[in-house]
């Protein structure tokens, strides 16, 4: 169980057009998912989280209208990379938070998409 | 501001070897802790996950520990294998937040 998927796996766009990535939950319902950024050899950065039926939170640095997020129920959420550079060539992984059988609040993580920008 | 710090940033032990991955965070009210495996360009797998009120937790060869008044947690691994090598890091949610905090992780690599 707890499994999340993510598509697609690798995208190659040219600059200035959008991305949409797909976030979904199988097999639960999740009310919150964040969406994270990883570059090469370093560690997740949380961008944003994802509320089902309300507006993302966006962390500290984030450009809300460069990374467009929707989160429309409660199985999917989408992040829209508008206006693409190379500059966000980069791994982008999402995660969706659950109450597991313990009764214990864990994220469950995506495979990532790999998005590069010519 | 909570910062996770995961030591060594890498390490190439023999096989068989036994272990010891750092993470140490500077906020000690947590909600709980979570190590994960990453592989070369893959998403993460969870290995284990510590409440806060939890001072261990062990799956096969693996072994997390949690001290949260100073702010520790370490992954044991024993008897590694090479298929062991992959990316390791540790997660912080604090309490009363939603976030995960990610550590910068620590790349292991078993040598056959």
């Known amino acids: 169980g707890a499994v999340v998927s993510q598509h697609p796996s690798r995208v190659i766009c040219k600059s200035g057009t959008s991305v949409k990535i797909e976030c979904r939950s199988l097999d639960f319902q999740a009310t919150t998912m964040f969406w994270y950024r990883q570059f090469p050899k370093q560690s997740l950065m949380l961008m944003a989280t994802?509320?089902?039926?309300?507006?993302?939170?966006?962390e500290q640095g984030v450009e809300k209208d460069k990374f467009l997020i929707n989160h429309a129920s409660l199985t999917l959420s989408t992040l829209t990379v508008t206006s693409a550079h190379p500059e966000d060539s980069s791994f982008y992984i999402c995660?969706?938070?659950?109450?597991?059988?313990?009764?214990?609040?864990?994220?469950?993580f995506g495979p990532g998409t790999r998005l590069t920008v010519l | 501001k909570q910062e996770v710090t995961q030591i060594p940033a890498a390490l190439s032990v023999p096989e068989g070897e036994n272990l010891v991955l750092n993470c140490s965070f500077t906020d000690s009210a947590i909600y709980n802790l979570q190590w994960f495996r990453q592989d070369p360009g893959k998403g993460l797998t969870s290995l284990l996950l510590i409440q806060s009120s939890q001072r261990e937790q062990t799956s096969g060869r693996l072994n997390a520990s949690l001290d949260k008044s100073s702010g520790r947690s370490t992954l044991y691994i024993a008897a590694s294998q090479p298929g062991d090598s992959a990316t390791y890091l540790c997660a912080v949610k604090g309490s009363g937040t939603y976030k995960y905090i990610f550590g910068t992780g620590t790349r292991l690599k078993v040598l056959a």
């Open positions: 994802s509320n089902e039926g309300s507006k993302a939170t966006y």
């Open positions: 995660s969706a938070s659950s109450v597991g059988l313990a009764g214990v609040d864990e994220q469950f």
